[in-house]
C-alpha cells in the first residue's frame, strides 16, 4: 500500500515535468515546422527563378544567333529585309515579330507595321537601352493597349557599317504571369510578382494590377517595401512589416533578364501548421499525462529493474549503445596511441527472421554476442550491441593492424562454424575496424570499413591501414 502511495505521489510530482517537456517540445516543433514551411516555399521560389533564367537565356540566345546570322551574310537592306519576311514566324520564344530600326531613320518591322511620320527611332527606349549594347538587353514592360498584355522589348545593337542599327523582340508577359499563378496556386505563398532591375517595373505579380508601372508608385504598403529592398541592391530573405503583418520575403535575382522575383508568406501564414496540430498536441498530452500516473501507480518497480539493466542489452547481455559510447569516451587520452573500434555487421540477418521466425533471429544474435564476448574476453576489451544485427568490440589496449587482422581471421572462422546451422539463409558476418581517439570519428570510419567489406561480397572484414593481398581467408 505504501509503495503504490509512494508511485502515485511518484507520478503526480513528475507531472509538471513532463507538462514543462511538452511545452517545450512544442516550441521547438514550432520552430522546426515554420522552419520547414519556409524553406519549402524558398525552395520552390529558387525552381522557378531557375526556370525564368532558363527561358531568358532561351530566348536571348535564338535572338543572338539570328542577329549574328543577319550581320553576317545580309547586309544589303533588300536581302536582309527578305530573310527577316521568310523566317522570323519561324520561332516560338519570340512569337510577337521583330523589328530594326537605325539613327539614318531606318525602320523595318517584319510583321509589315508601317510608323507614323513622326515615329523618331532614335528617341524609343529599345533603341536608346541597346544602341552600345552588343547583349540582348530587356527593357522596362509596358502595357500593349491593343491586347491589354505586359510587353517587354528585348533589343541589341546590330553589326551594321553604315549607320547605328538595332534589333528588337517585343515578347509578352504571358510567361511570367503563369510563373506567378503557379507559385500561388500551390497554397504556400501569400504573394509574389516579378520586378525589372532598372525602374522596379511589375512584370507580373499576384494580384494582377500595377502592371508595367513601378513598385514606388503602387498604394500596396509590402510594394513599398519591397522597392526600399530592391533600391538597395538587396536579394535573399527578409522580414518586413506591412499592413499589420510580418512578412518573410525572398528576392531571387534573375541575371539574364534583370529581373527579380519576390516572393513572400506572413509569419500567420508560417504559423497556420502549428496551430492546426494544437488540438493534436493538448489530447496527446492529457493521454500521456493520465498514462504516465496508471503506469507509475502500477509499475513502481519497473525503475529498480531499468536501473538494474541500465547498462546492458537485455536480449544478448552485451554492453548498450550509450553505456558503450560513455566507456569508449572516457578511455581517450592524449597521450596515449589511437584506440581500434571493430564495427560487426550480420550478413542476411533478415533471412532467418523471415525464414525461421524471430525467436530464432533472437537466438542467433544472443549466440553471436555470447562469442564475441567469449573471444574478445579480456579486461580491456569491451562489447557491445549497438542495435539490430550491429554490433561493436572496443580494444582499448594498442594493438596493430597486422594482429588485429590475425585476430580477426580467427574470430571469422569461429564465426563460420556457429552459423552453418543456417548456411541455408546466407548468414554470415562482415566486419570493419578502425582507429582514432574520437568516437564519433572512430565510429564513422569504423562503419565506412564495415561499408567497404559488405561491398566487397561480405563474410570478410576491412581494417583500417591494413592491405592484404588477397583476402580469400575472409571469406572461405
Given at each position: 500500500m505504501n509503495k503504490s502511495r509512494h508511485s502515485i505521489r511518484y507520478s503526480f510530482a513528475v507531472v509538471p515535468v513532463v507538462l514543462a517537456l511538452v511545452v517545450l517540445m512544442m516550441g521547438l516543433l514550432a520552430d522546426v515546422l515554420m522552419d520547414y514551411s519556409r524553406a519549402t516555399v524558398d525552395s520552390r521560389a529558387r525552381e522557378c527563378a531557375q526556370m525564368m533564367e532558363a527561358w531568358a537565356t532561351q530566348l536571348t540566345g535564338e535572338l543572338e544567333i539570328y542577329r549574328n546570322t543577319i550581320d553576317r551574310y545580309f547586309q544589303d537592306d533588300g536581302r536582309f529585309e527578305e530573310y527577316v519576311l521568310s523566317t522570323y514566324r519561324k520561332s516560338d520564344v519570340y512569337p510577337q515579330g521583330i523589328y530594326i530600326g537605325g539613327d539614318d531613320n531606318f525602320f523595318f518591322s517584319a510583321d509589315s507595321w508601317i510608323p507614323d511620320e513622326d515615329y523618331d527611332v532614335v528617341s524609343r527606349p529599345w533603341f536608346e537601352q541597346a544602341r552600345y549594347s552588343k547583349k540582348f538587353v530587356f527593357g522596362e514592360p509596358y502595357v500593349d493597349m491593343t491586347l491589354n498584355e505586359v510587353c517587354i522589348s528585348v533589343s541589341a545593337r546590330m553589326d551594321y557599317e553604315k549607320s547605328t542599327r538595332v534589333m528588337v523582340a517585343d515578347i509578352y508577359g504571358d510567361y511570367c504571369r503563369q510563373i506567378i499563378e503557379e507559385l500561388l496556386a500551390e497554397g504556400q505563398l501569400d504573394g509574389a510578382l516579378?520586378?525589372?532591375?532598372?525602374?522596379?517595373?511589375?512584370?507580373?505579380?499576384?494580384?494582377?494590377t500595377n502592371l508595367g508601372t513601378p513598385l514606388s508608385e503602387s498604394e500596396s504598403a509590402i510594394h513599398q517595401q519591397v522597392c526600399q529592398l530592391l533600391s538597395q541592391g538587396l536579394t535573399g530573405e527578409h522580414k518586413v512589416k506591412a499592413d499589420g503583418e510580418v512578412w518573410n520575403l525572398d528576392i531571387l535575382y534573375i541575371d539574364t533578364a534583370n529581373w527579380y522575383l519576390v516572393t513572400g508568406i506572413t509569419d500567420h501564414s508560417l504559423q497556420k501548421p502549428v496551430w492546426q496540430m494544437l488540438p493534436a498536441v493538448i489530447l496527446t498530452t492529457v493521454l500521456a499525462v493520465i498514462l504516465l500516473v496508471i503506469f507509475a501507480a502500477r509499475y513502481s518497480r519497473t525503475a529498480l529493474d531499468t536501473e538494474l539493466h541500465a547498462n546492458t542489452d537485455r536480449l544478448t547481455g552485451a554492453l548498450n549503445r550509450e553505456t558503450f559510447q560513455s566507456v569508449v569516451a572516457e578511455s581517450y587520452s592524449a597521450s596515449k596511441p589511437p584506440r581500434m573500434l571493430i564495427l560487426f555487421d550480420l550478413d542476411h540477418f533478415k533471412s532467418i527472421n523471415d525464414n525461421l521466425g524471430h525467436p530464432e533471429g533472437d537466438k542467433v544474435l544472443a549466440d553471436f554476442a555470447k562469442l564475441l564476448m567469449e573471444f574478445f574476453d579480456r579486461n580491456t576489451n569491451y562489447v557491445a550491441r549497438l542495435g539490430g544485427d550491429e554490433f561493436a568490440v572496443y580494444i582499448e589496449?594498442?594493438?596493430?593492424?597486422?594482429?588485429?587482422?590475425?585476430m580477426l581471421d580467427r574470430f571469422m572462422k569461429r564465426a563460420r562454424e556457429q552459423f552453418e546451422p543456417y548456411r541455408s539463409c546466407g548468414l554470415s558476418t562482415s566486419a570493419g575496424a578502425a582507429y582514432g581517439r574520437d568516437y564519433e570519428d572512430l565510429y564513422k570510419k569504423a562503419d565506412s570499413y564495415l561499408y567497404q567489406a559488405k561491398q566487397a561480397g561480405r563474410n570478410r572484414y576491412c581494417i583500417e591501414g591494413y592491405t592484404p593481398e588477397a583476402q580469400s581467408n575472409s571469406s572461405e
Open positions: 516579378i520586378a525589372t532591375g532598372g525602374e522596379q517595373c511589375i512584370v507580373a505579380s499576384g494580384d494582377g589496449s594498442e594493438i596493430a593492424p597486422e594482429a588485429a587482422a590475425g
